[in-house]
C-alpha cells in the first residue's frame, strides 16, 4: 500500500517533521511493506520555512525586530520562480516568548515589515506571507512601521509599537514608504475578521479580560483612522482573515493591498501533496488537538479534501481527539491526558494502532 503522511506540527511538542517521522516509524513496525511518502504540512505559522523548503530554496537570513523588539535572526526563502515565502511567526512569534512574558501590549509586527523589505529589495514577486501563531496584536502597525509607514498620535510624536499605545492612533501617512513592486498573499487558517482578533486570540497570547476589551477597542480605532487616511476600504476590517495574527492580517490588506490565501491549500500546493495523495492509496494526516475546528481550513481539512477528490480515504493521528471531522476515520489519539516525556514516542505507538487496523 502506498501511503502518504502529511501533518501538521502538534501543538509545540513537535515539529511538523518530526511528527511525520514518527508516524512513519509506528506504522513500518506493523506494516513495513508498505511505501510511505513523507510530506510535513503547514498552515502558514510556525514551522513553514522548513515545511516547503527544498534544495532549490536559497535561505536568506535576516536581522529583525523580534516580538519585544529585541534583535533576532530570521529568514525567507527565495523560490526558483522569483516568489518568496515569508514565516511571519519567526519574528514576531508566540513561541519565541517565555509563557511569563506574553502580553500583546508590548508585542510588535515589526519584523515582518523588515522581512518583506528584505524580500521586495531582492525583485522577489510574489512574496507570500504564512499567518499565524504570532504573539501581537498591533493591527500590522508594526510591520508597516518597518516598511516606512508614519503612524502618529494626537501630538504628533510617533506610535509605540505593540498594543498597549494603538487607542491613540490618531493619523497614518506614507512617510518614506515606497511600493513593493510585488503581489503580496496571506496565507491564514482562520477566518476571524479584525474585531474578532482580540476576543479569539487574546487569551492565548497573555490578554485578559481587560485587556481583550481595550485592544478591541484599539483595532476599531486602527481600522477608523486607515479608512480615513488611507483610503482603505470599510469591508476589508469584515474579511475572513483580516483579523488573523492579531490584526496582521488587515494592516497588510489595508496598506499593500494584500489577498488573504488559504494556508493549508496553499501550502499544499507548494510541496506537491495533491500529485502525491493522488498516486496513493491512504492519506494519514494529524495535529496536536483534534476538535470542531480542525475541519475549517487547517492542515487536516485541506489534506481530506484532496484525498476525497482524489477518491482515497484519509486517517490520522493526533495529539489529543476533542472532536470528529467528517472524513477522517479512523483516527487514534496519542496522549489523551497532554503530552509526556517523550510525545514522538506516543506519536509512533498511535500510529502502530492505525497501522494495525489496516490488516
Known sequence: MRVVIAPDSFGGTLRADEAASAIADGWRRVRADDGLVLLPMSDGGEGLLDVVATETHVRHEVEVAGPHG????????????????????SACGLHLVPASART??????????????????????????G?????SIDGGTGALLALGYRLTVADGSGLKIGGDDLHRLAAIDRGWFRPLDAEVELLADVTTPLAEAAIR??????ADERDIERYTHALRRVASVF???LGADPALAELPGSGAAGGLGYGLMAALDAKVRPGAAMVAD?????????????AITGEGRLDATSGQG???AAVRQLAAQAGRPTAAVVGQLAGRVDGVDPVEEAAADGPGDDPAAEVAAASERLAARFG
Do not use: C, M, N
Open 298 to 300: 487547517k492542515v487536516v
Open 104 to 129: 500583546p501590549g508590548r508585542a510588535t509586527t515589526y519584523g515582518v515589515g523588515q522581512l518583506l523589505a528584505a524580500a521586495a529589495a531582492h525583485g522577489a514577486d510574489p512574496i507570500r506571507v
Open 270 to 282: 507548494l510541496v506537491g501533496l495533491p500529485a502525491a495523495v493522488a498516486d496513493a492509496d491512504l
Open 131 to 135: 499567518l499565524g501563531g504570532s504573539a
Open 227 to 229: 479608512e480615513r487616511d
Open 201 to 206: 486570540f487574546g487569551p492565548q497570547k497573555g
Open 70 to 89: 529585541h534583535p533576532r535572526i530570521a529568514a525567507w526563502l527565495q523560490q526558483p520562480d522569483g516568489s518568496a515565502v515569508i514565516e511571519s511567526a
